[in-house]
C-alpha cells in the first residue's frame, strides 16, 4: 500500500503544470511519454540511488528549487504574452518527470517496495496528466491567465520553502 500511495503522490504534480496547457497538440503522446518517464526515472533512481546520493544529499534541493523558480518565472513573464509557442511533449514530460528521480531515491532508502511503486506512479502520471490535459483544454477561457499567475506564484513560494 504504502508502494502505491507514494507512486500517486509523486505523480499529482503533473495536474499543476499540466492543466495549464490548453493548446498542446498531442495530449496522449505527452500523457504517454510522461507516465513512462514516471516510471524509467524512479527506476534510475532507485538503481543509481546508491552513487548519488551524496550529490543529492547537497545539491538536490537547490536544483529543485532553482527549476521551481525557473518555471514560477516563466509563467508568470508570459502570464500576459497571447503568443503560444509549442513545446515538445518529450520535453515537458521530462520537465514534469525530472523530480520523480530525486524521490525515488528516498524511497530506495525507505525500502519501498519498488516495482509496485514504479507501476503506480506510471498510472498515476498517465491519469493525472491526460485528465489535466482535457480539463485545461475545455477550461481555457474560465481558468485563463489567472490560474497561470496564482500557479506562477505558487511556484515560485514552493522553491523558495524548499530551500529555508
Known amino acids: 500500500m504504502q508502494g502505491i500511495l507514494a507512486g500517486v503522490l509523486t505523480s ?12 498542446v ?28 546520493v551524496r550529490f543529492l544529499l547537497d545539491w538536490g534541493q537547490w536544483i529543485s528549487s532553482i527549476l521551481l523558480f525557473c518555471i514560477g518565472l516563466q509563467l508568470l513573464l508570459f ?11 518529450i520535453l515537458l514530460a521530462i ?4 523530480d520523480t528521480f530525486s524521490v525515488s531515491v528516498s524511497f ?14 506510471g498510472a498515476s502520471a498517465f491519469i493525472c496528466s491526460y485528465g489535466a490535459l482535457i480539463i485545461a483544454r475545455k477550461n481555457q477561457r474560465i481558468l485563463g491567465k489567472n490560474l497561470q499567475i496564482i500557479a506562477g506564484i505558487v511556484f515560485i513560494i514552493m522553491s523558495i520553502l524548499t530551500v529555508t
Open 79 to 89: 502570464s500576459n504574452n497571447n503568443e503560444k509557442r509549442p513545446i515538445s511533449p
Open 95 to 98: 520537465t514534469a518527470s525530472l
Open 108 to 121: 530506495g532508502m525507505l525500502n519501498v517496495e519498488k516495482m509496485i511503486f514504479i507501476i503506480s506512479a
Open 25 to 52: 497538440r498531442y495530449r496522449l503522446l505527452l500523457s504517454v511519454w510522461t507516465a513512462s518517464l514516471h516510471m524509467l526515472f524512479p527506476l534510475l533512481g532507485f538503481e543509481l540511488g546508491n552513487y548519488i
Open 12 to 23: 499529482v504534480d503533473v495536474i499543476g503544470l499540466y492543466v495549464l496547457l490548453p493548446t
